[in-house]
């Protein structure tokens, strides 16, 4: 290369330096090692290694036990019969869904396809194009398929609707050929192929409940009335929510009984309904007390925390500007016509707008009224129990009163858990484009609005204490303090009051004092090594739990939200959090017993932990679920560092790791049922204790009301430090962004 005057460069001798302007560039002469960004790509293996814990305990301590319990109820006549009649079930129901969400809908004159959801319109390709012919006539043979093959099976099993139930399933499949098919796009044939999956839901559940016996379907329809209870409790802490968000409440007596386990919550009331319930002599009327006592307890228990929450997230939205404006005002109550159509319109986009914390606490209050479980043992009387139990409570009577017949009690138990993930699977819907981050409520201003009086011509100058004596007269001053007598004293005295009464019970019980004496609660040694055992399984179970759902949160919140596979994955994650414990606490309990674990305190770890698991998933992936062109989400994609990675989802869900942590903590010091199932001989907890010692009920009532209030002290000043820093931030995305 021939060199040059100036400023040109002058290459050396060496072709891989290069000098300039006193700059010299060296070239490397190879290849560099390594990518030219640090980190790894959190994809492929390394995702893969990372959620292997929470597969290895979703798969073996729920999916394979569930499983497991299918298999033994189909080792009976009966239980066959029950396997297949909820296949019929499950199958009508999601046809009936089907055909719910893909009505025709008419827009602006024009008829169309599938109906699009709440919220921002879709596209054309998403809510109005029509599909091809071969997608839907496969989904019509899937469907003609999935509605003959449980009729069928039941035919060929049972040999006393061998014929019917055979040419039933059919016709049914004909039924649907002939009629879904040509006329779903038309909207006059559209009631018609409902009708299909409706007389099947009808036949399954005369059928199921034929099979289960008075007793089983009485508990089962005391079980339907709970979950009713507990969609009531939601819709009006909701509505409360909304009305009052404006209005201060004092909120740690709201939450001090979501701390309180319904065990010491049963105690209590009944301790407050006793008198009463004495004093009646008909059977009928005590009994129609006690089950008004057993609602008291459940809507004490849950209403002032699901409120608070809720609250908080309706004043996200307000404050949100784009989540008010897409809300709207509702329509005005005092017009001469009801805009019915509006108003139900308007509470859609609200809860579209609050999701998903409202999904979150329908799946606890879902749980909570399926497992209606030690509230009932305590709070009634055992002569009464048979009448007011619940399916949870049957069940456990037949694995107790014969623990040989595995078959009865796995059967029992596929009708709950097939209702149940059903409803949870419908009602999921859309959950997951929604994200709990919001931001915090900015301090406002309150106005205050003086009345000012006009002042007569005639009089050349006001007077000076026009606007002070309107302000404080009586009249305005009394409602004022009534209602705040109202929020703030009669609100706390209500929500207190089972506490007091417990307080007092120990005090002075028919038993004598406990507090004080030798028979004090504080020399109940019993009593401290089992709340030891219970803060030692608690502490663990809630470690293992927190560690092992930040990987597969993570990886959920980086699926995009419209792909199949995240909605596979939210959906198997509501199932899986909505399922009944009977129906994976029955396997796990046998393989107890027949492996002889009972001696220790592990599985009793893996069990609340394998329980937690899910909706511990599905709080973390909401809080880290972010919009594509944010630097959050990019941190998804690519190499990153995993230290990075990390730092940058404690950042952004901090606060929703210490809600799961609490509510863990919480749940499994509070429970009942796992731990009379699955505890061991040194991993027996508190409750159990105190419920052995409550079949003697007036013998040992101060004993009872000490113990109780000394068990549920931890988790109540746990919420109550843990509640505005992370439990409402980390459940209703109270993020500072």
């Known amino acids: 290369m021939t060199s040059a005057k100036g400023d040109v460069p002058q290459p050396d001798s060496a072709v891989h330096t290069i000098r300039a302007h006193g700059l010299e560039l060296e070239l490397a002469t190879r290849r560099m090692a390594g990518p030219v960004i640090g980190g790894r790509n959190l994809s492929g293996l390394t995702v893969a290694a990372a959620q292997l814990p929470a597969l290895a305990l979703l798969v073996t ?97 049972d040999p006393r609707h061998h014929g019917f139930v055979l040419y039933s399933a059919l016709f049914a499949a004909a039924a649907l050929a002939f009629v879904w098919f040509p006329g779903r796009d038309r909207r006059m044939r559209w009631p018609v192929p409902v009708a299909i999956p409706v007389v099947g839901i009808v036949a399954a559940v005369a059928v199921t409940a034929r099979a289960l016996g008075a007793d089983g379907a009485r508990a089962y329809a005391w079980t339907l009335a709970w979950v009713v209870v507990a969609a009531g409790v939601l819709i009006f802490a909701l509505g409360f929510a909304w009305t009052w968000r404006r209005t201060w409440w004092p909120w740690w007596p709201l939450i001090v009984p979501f701390a309180v386990s319904a065990f010491v919550a049963g105690l209590a009331f009944r301790l407050v309904s006793e008198p009463l319930v004495n004093s009646t002599e008909s059977v009928l009327l005590q009994l129609v007390l006690y089950f008004l006592m057993l609602v008291v307890t459940f809507v004490w228990s849950w209403f002032g925390a699901v409120f608070v929450l809720l609250r908080t997230a309706s004043d996200a939205v307000e404050t949100d500007p784009v989540r008010r404006g897409f809300l709207g005002d509702p329509p005005k109550r005092r017009l001469p016509r009801m805009d019915w159509r509006g108003r139900w319109q308007w509470v859609k986009r609200l809860i579209h707008l609050v999701n998903p914390v409202l999904l979150i606490l329908g799946l606890v209050l879902a749980v909570a009224a399926a497992r209606v479980f030690d509230v009932v043992l305590v709070a009634v009387p055992a002569s009464q129990q048979y009448v007011l139990e619940t399916s949870t409570v049957y069940w456990w009577r037949l694995t107790v009163d014969d623990p040989s017949n595995r078959a009865a009690a796995a059967a029992y138990s596929l009708p709950l858990a097939v209702v149940v993930g059903l409803g949870a699977w419908v009602l999921q819907a859309g959950v997951r484009r929604h994200r709990a981050r919001w931001t915090i409520p900015s301090a406002r201003a309150v106005p205050v609005h003086l009345p000012l009086v006009p002042v007569p011509r005639a009089e050349q100058r006001p007077r000076r204490n026009v606007v002070r004596r309107r302000t404080w007269t009586p009249g305005r001053l009394g409602p004022r303090v009534a209602w705040l007598f109202t929020r703030v004293g009669l609100m706390s005295l209500l929500m207190l009051s089972p506490v007091i009464v417990l307080i007092v019970a120990g005090w002075a019980g028919l038993d004598g004092p406990a507090f004080t004496g030798p028979r004090a609660v504080w020399h109940d040694s019993e009593l401290w090594r089992a709340l030891w055992t219970t803060a030692t399984v608690t502490v663990v179970a809630t470690l293992l739990t927190v560690t092992a759902a930040l990987p597969p949160a993570f990886y959920a919140a980086s699926l995009p939200p419209k792909e199949p596979k995240s909605r596979v994955v939210v959906a198997i994650l509501v199932v899986l959090a909505a399922l009944p414990a009977q129906v994976y606490a029955g396997p796990i309990r046998a393989f107890i017993e027949d492996n002889s674990l009972a001696g220790t305190s592990m599985p009793l770890i893996l069990a609340h932990a394998s329980i937690g698991l899910p909706i511990a998933i599905l709080i973390l992936r909401g809080a880290l679920l972010a919009p594509e062109d944010s630097p959050i989400a990019d941190a998804r994609r690519g190499l990153v560092p995993i230290p990075l990675a990390a730092r940058r989802a404690l950042i952004t869900a901090g606060p929703a790791v210490g809600a799961v942590g609490v509510l863990e903590m919480v749940q499994i010091w509070n429970d009942f049922f796992i731990g009379q199932l699955v505890g061991g001989a040194d991993a027996s907890p508190w409750s159990l204790l105190l419920w052995s010692e409550a079949r003697q009920f007036h013998e040992s009532v101060a004993h009872l009301a000490a113990g109780a209030l000394l068990a549920a002290l931890p988790p109540v000043v746990l919420v109550l430090l843990t509640w505005r820093r992370f439990l409402v931030p980390g459940l209703t995305g109270g993020v500072l962004r």
């Open 61 to 157: 301590m729920l999916v394979v036990p569930a499983v497991a319990t299918v298999v033994m109820a189909c080792g009976s006549d009966s239980g066959r019969v029950i396997t297949a009649w909820c296949a019929e079930f499950l199958v009508a129901g999601l046809l009936l869904t089907r055909i719910w969400r893909t009505r025709p809908r008419p827009v602006e004159g024009v008829l169309r396809g599938p109906r699009e959801t709440v919220g921002p319109k879709a596209s054309d390709d998403e809510a109005g194009a029509p599909r091809s012919s071969r997608g839907r006539r496969g989904e019509l043979s899937a469907w003609i398929v999935a509605m003959a093959a449980p009729g069928a099976t039941i035919g060929v099993l």
